[in-house]
């Protein structure tokens, strides 16, 4: 089973960098929050660990702060590129 978590562990964070690599941050960051969920998920079926409302605010507040960042971020790219498609325009 270690072996196992190992290969997986290695092919994931492969996959991960190359995503990083082929797009923009800003689209893949959304994903990287999924793990929060997926470790939830896992924990409770494979452990029977129940999350407590602590640690469920808490990733709630993670979760909304890289989302708002994301949101934030692509605002501003769009503002950046709309000024530079003005720009040369003149």
């Known amino acids: 089973m270690l072996f196992l978590s190992g290969v997986a562990n290695s ?15 800003t ?3 959304p994903f990287y929050y999924l793990m929060l969920v997926w470790a939830l998920v896992i924990g409770f079926l494979v452990w029977g660990d129940v999350p407590t409302i602590g640690l ?3 990733s709630c507040i993670v979760v909304g702060s890289g989302l708002f ?17 003005v720009a040369e325009r003149r």
């Open 69 to 85: 960042l994301l949101w934030r971020e692509t605002r501003q790219q769009a503002a950046v590129q709309s000024a530079s498609a």
């Open 27 to 29: 689209a893949v960051s």
């Open 56 to 58: 469920l605010i808490g």
């Open 11 to 25: 092919i994931g964070q492969y996959l991960w960098t190359r995503a990083l690599l082929m797009a923009p941050a």
